[in-house]
């Protein structure tokens, strides 16, 4: 079965570089979102979207920005970086209200 | 809103001990709970799931979980441990709102050991 793709897998940027982090859902998954895992953190949502439109925000910096295109994979845009922003990087889709689907997520380490 | 508390952000158990993690979720609505598993340097796994009906879920790699309504607990259980069940487990609820955009919220988290 098809699964949640994350690209890349594993990112090394510069402070004050930018980032894209790609994210394709399943298939007929209507539901995006995003969540930031730090080191030895649990996951945090940043942002979602449903229907290519944005329908959550949680803890997500100012620096960063998400969108959804009309194929349905999304693509988290982050700039400025800082160490801090090292982390793994979770996209999960889903397609009723309890099929959720998790990416094996892009790892972003900021030197 | 809706959280979730894990109860000792690490568990250490002998091989082939019962496996007891504990969750407590807050929900002002009937909640949709997860557990899922996190070996090092991958992505989350689901090992289960409550919606609806039955309160014993039963998961993969023989776990299981049973929802208690009158308790707002969600525990892990699984009866004989094995050195590959060493990982990271969290415990999730799905932040249920109008429109349905819900997304999980996820406890701390608990480290679980298994030592021969």
């Known amino acids: 079965a098809a699964g949640v793709i994350q690209s890349p897998r594993h990112l090394i940027k510069e402070k004050r570089e930018t980032a894209t982090l790609k994210c394709y859902p399943i298939?007929?998954?209507?539901?995006v979102y995003w969540y930031q895992q730090g080191p030895g953190q649990d996951p945090q949502f940043l942002i979602s979207?449903?229907?290519?439109?944005?329908?959550d925000k949680g803890s997500i910096p100012d620096r960063f920005s998400a969108q959804q295109f009309s194929d349905y994979h999304s693509e988290l845009n982050m700039s400025s970086l800082e160490l801090g922003d090292s982390a793994l990087y979770f996209c999960a889709s889903r397609s009723n209200p309890y099929g959720y689907t998790f990416g094996s997520g892009t790892r972003l380490t900021v030197v | 809103a809706q959280s979730v508390t894990q109860l000792g952000s690490h568990v250490s158990v002998s091989e082939g001990a019962l496996v007891l993690l504990r969750c407590n979720y807050s929900s002002s609505v009937p909640p949709y709970l997860f557990w899922y598993v996190q070996y090092p340097n991958q992505g989350l796994q689901l090992l289960l799931k409550y919606t609806t009906g039955a309160t014993l879920v039963k998961g993969i790699n023989g776990f299981e979980a049973e929802f208690k309504k009158s308790e707002t607990s969600f525990h892990l259980t699984k009866p004989s441990a094995h050195m590959s069940d060493a990982a990271e487990y969290f415990c999730a609820v799905s932040d249920q709102k109008s429109g349905g955009y819900n997304k999980l919220i996820f406890g701390a988290g608990t480290r679980l050991a298994v030592h021969p």
């Open positions: 298939p007929r998954h209507d539901t």
């Open positions: 979207f449903y229907e290519k439109m944005q329908s």
